[in-house]
């Protein structure tokens, strides 16, 4: 099912004078008519009675820059909703979260049994959205949506929108791949993945953190990241005291070498380039970035 990329969303409503929220990447359109929407909760939940006894929720589609509001309530679920999250009374005094790229405030209408589940349904009695990207998930980590080059097509003999982007982002893409293709042999040899190696670089470098730094930091969350910690555990590679997480003294080799690595591949992947032609070509891209970034919002002439 992680092969299956999917939006985020944080469910939210109110319950016996409580404000709740919850981290889902379950949320589907079930009709059109009427509006009928579709996400599901588990049985084990701790929000599990909120949203069961509530008549109402709202649907918050996360937009690409609300990881940490998304990490917040996916490790806080069903605790005191967060203090420092913005946020708008909506339908029923549910909270309605503030910069989400869509909005969906329902009354609860069904509830399924699915299972370990409960598929919950609403109709949908007021929606609004916005020009902001979403959120994705996908295998176990957060990622962006983002236009297909293949899918461009150009019109009227001009080049379409976004067409600089979609040449030069193919080849900086192929030398990303190359680059992880051979830095996945060395993390192989050393009997890691590579979302195990974003952990432990992590901790090498800021030392101690709890889990949802780490989920802040590596963009691993949810199920994936706790998997990782599991696993990493079990290799003696990180110890965990009280809510933090640290490298142990194996993991700390590890990791050093593996950084070792990394750097030489750097070193060597530059060799040939002289430091003059290497600022050069990241002038260049950073002057690239901003003109798109610039065309992109309508601001470049």
Not at 13 to 40: A, E, K, Q, Y
């Amino acid at each position: 099912m992680g092969h299956f990329a999917t939006g985020v969303a944080v469910v939210t409503t109110r319950h016996d004078g409580m404000d709740r929220g919850i981290t889902v990447n379950s949320f589907t359109s079930l009709s059109l008519v009427p509006p009928l929407v579709l996400w599901c909760l588990a049985r084990t939940s701790r929000s599990y009675p909120a949203f069961t006894g509530a008549d109402h929720f709202i649907i918050n589609v996360l937009a690409a820059d609300q990881v940490t509001i998304s990490n917040l309530f996916a490790f806080r679920e069903g605790e005191e909703f967060p203090g420092d999250v913005p946020f708008s009374r909506a339908v029923a005094d549910v909270p309605l979260l503030s910069g989400a790229c869509a909005t969906f405030q329902c009354r609860k209408t069904d509830e399924f049994d699915g299972g370990d589940h409960i598929a919950l349904v609403g109709e949908v009695i007021d929606f609004a959205g916005s020009d902001l990207p979403g959120l994705v998930y996908h295998r176990g980590q957060y990622a962006i949506a983002d236009s297909h080059p293949g899918a461009l097509v150009e019109s009227h003999g001009q080049a379409p929108e976004g067409f600089l982007d979609s040449m030069v982002r193919p080849g900086l893409e192929r030398i990303t791949r190359r680059f992880e293709a051979y830095f996945d042999n060395e993390l192989r040899d050393a009997g890691i993945n590579s979302k195990e190696s974003r952990v432990i670089g992590l901790l090498l470098a800021r030392g101690a953190l709890d889990a949802e730094q780490i989920a802040n930091l590596t963009l691993v969350s949810g199920s994936s990241l706790n998997e990782t910690f599991g696993s990493l555990t079990t290799k003696d590679l990180i110890t965990k005291d009280q809510a933090r997480y640290s490298l142990t003294a194996s993991g700390r080799t590890l990791a050093s070498k593996l950084s070792e690595k990394l750097h030489s591949f750097k070193a060597n992947a530059l060799g040939p380039i002289a430091a003059s032609e290497a600022e050069e070509l990241q002038r260049m891209l950073d002057r690239l970035s901003g003109w798109i970034k610039a065309a992109s919002s309508g601001e470049a002439r």
